[in-house]
């Protein structure tokens, strides 16, 4: 089965800095989407980016997905302190009755310093 | 509602015990999702429902986890005979249509098997 893994597992940076984390996975996929959980506790949706898209844009995020690698980066620019959370990429593809089964990967977990 | 919603927001039950996890998705949401996050770990699909029916039940790890729908809404992930490989965080999700890709989620439920 397909499987998004992130790397690095832990990213510590300077408020001001960008990051950047970055997810592969072994199969073909509809999107890869990012989403980011704060304490252990709900996901936040951030971006989604079809398979036939190479880079997408939101507000102070940027994500590429190079599909013949299979792999895609998030990029953070000009962090804050308040982006501290876990960030996962989580791969689409169809189930069952066309539902979207997301397949998750372990995270990165981000840490901002003031 | 605004947002998904799930009770109890932390369950701590006893190793035998059977608990009963609660999830409101989104009004006019289709369909709903259940994972499950180990400490530390990415999310792990357990069941998707389409209306009331559940057409993919591949994630759910033994006989002992259930869950169902009703009225198109609210959904009861119930599981027996609690084990203590059963603690973690499971989360339920929303999406307006199944072939919607963007997932909601809620805040989770932490479980703790004594």
């Known amino acids: 089965s397909q499987q998004g893994e992130e790397d690095p597992q832990a990213l510590s940076i300077q408020e001001g800095e960008n990051a950047t984390m970055n997810c592969s996975y072994k199969?073909?996929?509809?999107?890869l989407q990012w989403y980011r959980q704060n304490s252990g506790r709900g996901l936040v949706h951030l971006i989604l980016i079809r398979s036939n898209e190479r880079e997408k844009h939101s507000g102070r995020l940027r994500v590429t997905l190079d599909t013949s690698k299979k792999s895609s980066s998030l990029l953070i620019t000009a962090s804050r302190a308040a982006d501290t959370a876990s960030y996962f990429c989580a791969t689409g593809r169809l189930s069952s009755g066309s539902a979207r089964q997301l397949t998750f990967g372990s995270g990165t977990q981000l840490t901002v310093l003031p | 509602g605004a947002g998904v919603s799930q009770s109890p927001s932390n369950k701590v039950t006893e190793k035998g015990k059977d608990v009963e996890l609660r999830c409101d998705p989104i009004s006019g949401h289709t369909a709903l999702y259940w994972y499950r996050q180990s400490l530390g770990q990415g999310l792990e699909f357990l069941i998707y429902?389409?209306?009331?029916?559940?057409?993919?039940k591949s994630g759910l790890p033994s006989d002992r986890f259930s869950a169902e729908r009703t009225g198109g809404s609210v959904s009861t992930l119930t599981i027996q005979r609690t084990q203590q490989e059963d603690s973690a965080v499971y989360l339920c999700?929303?999406?307006?249509?199944?072939?919607?890709?963007?997932?909601?989620f809620g805040p989770g439920t932490r479980l703790t098997v004594l």
């Open positions: 199969t073909s996929i509809n999107n």
């Open positions: 999700a929303s999406s307006l249509r199944p072939s919607t890709d963007t997932q909601y």
């Open positions: 429902f389409q209306g009331n029916s559940a057409p993919d």
